[in-house]
């Protein structure tokens, strides 16, 4: 492979000493799995690029293969220290109870092969019965999640030195105002579905008023999934802007959450796009371009209504409300 310089993620200060670069990779699997050897690659390519920050989560499956590449990226000197990257995983739905907490995220470093991890997230609002192995589950398998206790088993995480930071993801005001009126330590990253189409503008200005760094995830609207669409993707003001810029669509979308002021974890295995997504930093969208995509219809895209049963519950994941 011919060199390609690695381009430099600007960081974000979390809580304390924890800072996370703005540009993450996600490595969430469709279905059928992505070939766990192919994760593998994409993350030591990704490292090669630049990329610091890797999102998984236990139920994505994909921290193993994180786990086997952050190794092999060390023996082959692409890194010389752990402490250069950022791990980020999630509690699963299905030990959303205060007593599988600890089991959850012991696993979850035995999957990655670490010591700890930089930031755990609780993945939904929501709690799965254990036996759950395949979405959606019925019914009478989905129940609500008992914030306080869960937040406190989290707080132990944290607490333990198992995780440096603690947040969520997929939670709404609501939720986020039912976790602060007890925790200890506040939440340092609510992790949501943001993209040009879907702003989180009463989101947004509700976790920067408690100090909550929002995290964006399918920045392009899950074009080419099951529960996303083309409507970034194909969006006339978007091509418009990326056609007079030079830019792609993605590059596009990329600055304009950077811009918003928040972190973004897009998932790509592909090499050229990994680059793209990264070669944002020394331009920057003009007060023109910015309103017009402030314009834009808003939808939310990842609507999980399909995947996690009954529409209140599906509810209780739109971050507006």
């Known amino acids: 492979m011919s060199h390609v310089e690695a381009v430099m993620i600007p960081e974000v ?14 490595t969430a699997s469709g279905k059928p799995p992505t070939d766990p050897a192919i994760v593998r690659a994409a993350i030591l390519e990704a490292i090669k690029t630049g990329y610091r920050h890797f999102d998984t989560a236990f139920g994505y499956g994909s921290e193993v293969p994180l786990g086997e590449a952050i190794a092999e990226a ?10 250069e990257l950022f791990v980020t995983s999630k509690l699963w739905a299905a030990s959303a109870q205060p007593h599988l907490v600890l089991p959850a995220i012991r696993t979850s470093l035995k999957n990655l092969k670490q ?11 929501l709690r799965l019965d254990p036996e759950v192995r395949s979405m959606p589950p019925a019914k009478e398998q989905v129940h609500p999640l008992d914030i306080k206790s869960i937040w406190e088993a989290m707080e132990a995480c ?9 947040g969520v993801s997929n939670f709404s ?18 992790q ?24 964006a995830y399918s920045p392009l609207g899950a074009p080419g999934t099951k529960w996303g669409d083309n409507r970034v993707v194909e969006s006339d003001v978007l091509q418009q802007i990326a056609k007079a810029r030079g830019k792609t669509v993605p ?26 997504n990264i070669d944002i930093f020394d331009w920057s969208l003009t007060e023109e371009e910015l309103h017009k995509i402030d314009q834009l219809p ?24």
């Open 13 to 26: 200060a979390l809580t304390g000493s924890v800072r996370m670069p703005v540009i993450g990779m996600g």
């Open 74 to 83: 060390l023996a082959a000197g692409l890194i010389t220290s752990r402490r």
């Open 115 to 125: 010591d700890y991890m930089d930031l755990y997230l609780i993945h939904f609002p």
């Open 158 to 166: 944290q607490n333990m030195g198992l995780t440096k930071a603690i």
């Open 173 to 190: 005001c609501k939720k986020l105002s039912e976790l602060l009126s007890s925790a200890k330590i506040p939440p340092a990253v609510n």
């Open 192 to 215: 949501v579905e943001m993209s040009p189409a879907w702003h989180q503008k009463q989101l947004r200005q509700f976790c920067k008023a408690n100090g909550i760094h929002i995290t």
């Open 251 to 276: 590059q596009i979308c990329m600055r304009w959450l950077y811009e918003q002021g928040v972190s973004v974890v897009p998932k790509s295995f592909n090499k050229e796009r990994m680059r793209n």
């Open 298 to 321: 808003q939808r939310k895209g990842v609507l999980f209504v399909n995947n996690l049963g009954p529409t209140d519950f599906a509810l209780e994941l739109d971050a507006e409300i």
